[in-house]
């Protein structure tokens, strides 16, 4: 609960929280809708196993959770 008390705070001064190297293990949902992420930086991995369909759709869902919370990629 500290943690994002202090996220609340450093968003009074108007700075931007990244996610850097989300990927499909780093964090849940919730905690992502918690922190309130303006950027999403993805995962070295999903991008170098892009061919394997595991992957793209992982890539594709990723975007479509980022582009659901308002947040860039």
């Not at 929280?17 to 950027?39: G, K, P, W």
Request: glycine fraction near 8%.
């Amino acid at each position: 609960e500290r943690f994002f008390g202090v996220l609340q705070e450093i968003r009074r001064w108007n700075v931007h929280i990244a996610v850097d190297d989300f990927t499909f293990d780093s964090f849940s949902l919730r905690r992502l809708e918690r922190i309130q992420a303006r950027f999403l930086k993805l995962g070295p991995e999903l991008a170098r196993n892009i061919d394997h369909p595991t992957y793209r759709g992982l890539l594709k869902g990723a975007v479509l959770v980022a582009e659901g919370m308002g947040c860039r990629l």
